[in-house]
């Protein structure tokens, strides 16, 4: 499976970003998918789940601000991102994963940038 994520860039303070991730080579409605984020010297963190089924998650920070969404027709997955604040500069992954009897398999985009400077 290979992902491949856009729509990063420079966005302003209480601005909006939209980032999607392309899936290709495997069968994109068995993937849950997600959006992590990752800053210089951290760990990555879970921003965003849509399971197969389409159910959603947010880690509190993203929450009442970010709407994760997936369209298994066009094999993507959309992050979009509103009242940006400077904390969420960061590089955004695509993360899919899916189980593969007996171990889960994961699959990671090369990530793209956000930054939220005025």
């Known amino acids: 499976v290979q992902l491949v994520e856009s729509g990063g860039g420079l966005a302003q303070p209480g601005g909006s970003l939209r980032l999607s991730c392309a899936a290709s080579?495997?069968?994109?409605?068995?993937?849950?998918m997600d959006w992590y984020r990752q800053l210089p010297g951290e760990q990555r963190e879970l921003v965003a789940k849509v399971t197969r089924g389409g159910d959603t998650n947010y880690a509190a920070s993203a929450k009442g601000r970010f709407t994760i969404s997936r369209d298994n027709a066009k094999n993507t997955v959309t992050l979009d991102m509103s009242r940006l604040k400077p904390e969420d500069s960061a590089i955004y992954y695509c993360?899919?994963?899916?189980?593969?009897?007996?171990?889960?398999?994961?699959?990671w985009g090369q990530g793209t940038q956000v930054t939220v400077a005025s």
């Open positions: 080579g495997g069968i994109f409605s068995l993937y849950a």
């Open positions: 993360h899919a994963s899916v189980l593969a009897s007996p171990s889960e398999v994961h699959y």
